[in-house]
C-alpha cells in the first residue's frame, strides 16, 4: 500500500496543484479504512472552503478590489469557523462508535453461555473472611 507521502509526491511531480494532493490525501487515508467515507467528504470540501479563499482572495487582490490583511484576516474567519466544524464531526463519529460498541457489548452480554450447569449441581455456601483461605493464613486487609 502506498503512503500518504508517495501519493502526494505522485501529485506534486505530474503537475498537481493543492486540489489534487489534497484528494491524493483523502484517497490515502479512505484506502487505509483510517476514516469513513462521510468524514473524508466533509474534510475535502473543508480544504477546499480554504484552497477556495486563498484562490479567489489571490484573483482579488491582482485586480487591486483587496489588499492582502483583508484576504488573512478573511482566512482567519474561515480557519475559525472550520475548526469548531472538524471537533463536531469527529465527536459525532465517536458516538457513533461508542454507541456501536456498547451494542455490540450489550448483544455480548445477552447471549446464553455454551456451558451450562449440570441438573445435579449444588450451589456453593457462602462464604465469609473467617472461613475463606487466604495465603499463608494471614487475614485480607481492607
Known amino acids: 500500500m502506498a503512503d500518504l ?25 479512505h484506502m487505509a479504512e483510517q476514516i469513513p467515507t462521510d468524514v ?8 477546499i472552503l480554504s484552497v477556495a479563499v486563498i484562490a479567489a482572495g489571490g484573483v482579488l487582490i491582482m485586480r487591486g478590489e483587496l489588499n492582502t490583511v483583508d484576504l488573512i484576516t478573511f482566512s482567519l474567519y474561515i480557519t475559525t469557523f472550520v475548526n469548531p466544524v472538524r471537533k463536531l464531526a469527529n465527536f459525532s463519529e465517536l458516538l457513533a462508535n461508542g454507541t456501536a460498541g456498547f451494542s455490540r457489548f450489550l448483544e455480548l452480554m445477552r447471549t446464553e453461555p455454551a456451558m451450562k450447569d449440570a441438573p445435579d ?22
Open 5 to 29: 507521502k508517495q501519493l502526494a509526491g505522485q501529485a506534486a511531480h505530474q503537475g498537481a496543484g493543492p486540489i489534487a494532493v489534497i484528494v491524493a490525501e483523502i484517497q490515502f487515508l
Open 40 to 47: 473524508c467528504v466533509m474534510e475535502f470540501f473543508l480544504s
Open 121 to 142: 449441581a449444588v450451589e456453593p455456601e457462602r462464604m465469609d473472611r473467617k472461613n475463606s483461605i487466604t495465603p499463608l493464613n494471614r487475614p485480607i486487609a481492607l
